[in-house]
């Protein structure tokens, strides 16, 4: 079956760039959504195949995808962006949706 | 606005049925495609089962296939799903999620979720 790997956390200074990776056999070749959740709360979509914002989502939220990599970055980290993000693919060899395992942003 | 609203959750025994709810509102419901999605306590997001628009096309987690069946009622604007069988691990807070397109295959991202409900399954 197909993997997603993500790191557990990632730590950014206020107002930097945090970087989060999602790591997949060839994800290159997938759409990769990415999610936003914060403690108690439904998850909120920041990013689709690969790189578009949801109306609502700010500028400061982007994604790429190539290779073995997919990377959700945050410029101009807040506070309130801390949360876990989790990163989703279609596998359409098993046609299953795969979440990877989650990443911890903590702002700092 | 754009809504999705889960009922049916609690406390049930192992081996015990729930059928969950999912009232949709402010969107067409019978163009989207909907998915289930759980997360245990303290544990990541896991997908459950999708089902298309028209309700003619679902698919399952290996973990919950022959025990859990999605479905819908276009006409009610309602996402279901039933579980039979559950078991300890199946507790967890059950998500509803609206796709961005109507096909399931392959499966666009979740763009609108419910607020969730929590099933626990103990004796």
């Known amino acids: 079956s197909y993997e997603l790997t993500q790191p557990l956390s990632v730590s950014v200074a206020l107002g930097q760039t945090a970087r989060i990776t999602c790591g997949g056999n060839?994800?290159?070749?997938?759409?990769v959504h990415w999610y936003q959740q914060k403690p108690g709360q439904a998850p909120v979509l920041v990013i689709y195949?690969?790189?578009n914002r949801p109306s609502g989502i700010p500028e400061r939220f982007s994604g790429s995808n190539s290779g073995n990599t997919a990377t959700l970055t945050i410029s101009r980290a807040q506070a309130g962006d801390e949360a876990d993000y989790y990163c989703?693919?279609?596998?359409?060899?098993?046609?299953?949706?795969?979440f990877g395992g989650g990443t911890k942003l903590t702002v700092l | 606005e754009v809504q999705l609203l889960e009922s049916g959750g609690g406390l049930v025994q192992p081996g015990g049925s729930l059928r969950l709810s999912c009232a949709a509102s402010g969107f067409t419901f019978s163009s989207y495609a909907m998915s289930w999605v759980r997360q245990a306590p303290g544990k990541g997001l896991e997908w459950v089962s999708a089902?298309?628009?028209?309700?003619?096309?679902?698919y399952y987690a290996d973990s919950v296939k022959g025990r859990f069946t999605i479905s819908r009622d276009n006409s009610k604007n309602t996402l279901y799903l039933q579980m039979n069988s559950l078991r300890a691990e199946d507790t967890a807070v059950y998500y509803c999620?609206?796709?961005?397109?109507?096909?399931?295959?392959?499966?666009?991202?979740?763009?609108?979720w419910g607020q969730g409900t929590m099933v626990t399954v103990s004796s």
């Open positions: 060839n994800i290159g070749s997938k759409n």
């Open positions: 089902i298309s628009g028209s309700g003619g096309s679902t």
């Open positions: 999620a609206k796709a961005l397109t109507m096909i399931v295959v392959p499966l666009d991202a979740f763009d609108i």
């Open positions: 195949r690969d790189s």
């Open positions: 989703q693919v279609w596998d359409s060899s098993t046609a299953k949706v795969v």
